[in-house]
């Protein structure tokens, strides 16, 4: 997938991706001890941007923070890294990866010696859940897996050891024929997707899963503030999987999913199974925003050149 000649921002030089190697016995790939983001990068009539870097930004280091890794670069390289992996591989468009793990220097479980180092990559990245996904929507099933406990693997960190558990429920959700799994937390409510947030339409109302088991996602922040100014009440609330069933909408959001209609949940059909009114102007005004042509939120864009 990764281009061989991309160029790779690792530790603060430039190298091409067939150049960007790490040894076997890098403590993250023994332990999973690390964090990363997700950042997308839009064409906007002034060439292309990223969508809420900074936010982003500062969850990487918060979630370096909850991990107790030390940062070794500040925010402003980290920008510098983002913007110009985009601008020097001539995307347009693209996902860009910024990713803090430790190295070869020892092994064994407490990462005392190890050093932390920092990759930031970027690609092209079409539809997360497939060209078809967000105009038709998807079919999901709540997985036999639970979200963390925050007393296991604190879910406001991007934290990679958390990533595990998304995959053993994407996994099991497309072995059963669907596209993606909801996760319920360990008390049963429903807290995330294996990569999106979710949030689900009922009389009117925004509905967000009040849980300590999920990812405080971006996407979310921004649909929770569009939907405000479009007038829409929005309201946290502890959710159970049989007010996913009966909700009028459903739908994931995240960065790779950007806002993707969910119209099937364990073989029942969502509303009238197409994605619902609500998700399709959610689905404009976040469009509209990441592609600049929404005046209002201009300072959600950071220019790649
Ligand atoms: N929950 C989880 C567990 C999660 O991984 C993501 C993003 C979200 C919620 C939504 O967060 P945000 O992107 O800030 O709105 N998942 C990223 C990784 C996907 C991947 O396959 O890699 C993403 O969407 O970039």
Known sequence: MQDRNSLIWLDGQWLPASEAKVSVLTHTLHYGYG????????????????????????????????????MPFDRATLTAACREVVARNGLNSA?????????????????AGAKTHVIVAAWPWGAY????????????????YARHHPNVQMCRAKAISAYANSILSVREARRDGYDEAILLDTEGYVAEGSSENLFIVRDGELLEPETTSALDGITR???????????????????????VYCADEVFFTGTAAEITPVVEVDARRIGDGQPGPTTR??????????RGEDAQHGDWLTPAT
Do not use: N
Request: glycine share 8%; aromatic share 6%; net charge positive.
């Open 95 to 111: 996902y860009v990866r910024p990713l803090v793990f430790l190295g070869d220097e020892k092994l064994g479980v407490d990462p």
């Open 35 to 70: 964090c990363f983001e997700g950042i997308r990068a839009y064409e906007t009539a002034s060439g292309p941007a990223l969508f809420r870097l900074p936010e982003h930004l500062r969850r990487l280091e918060d979630s370096a923070r909850i991990l107790a890794i030390d």
């Open 221 to 243: 922040r921004t649909v929770v503030t569009l939907a405000r100014e479009a007038g829409l009440s929005v309201r946290a609330k502890r959710l159970t999987r049989d007010e």
């Open 129 to 144: 859940l497939g060209g078809e996904a967000l105009q038709a929507g998807i079919r999901v099933r709540v997985s036999s």
């Open 281 to 290: 102007r959610l689905q404009q005004a976040y469009f509209a925003a990441v």
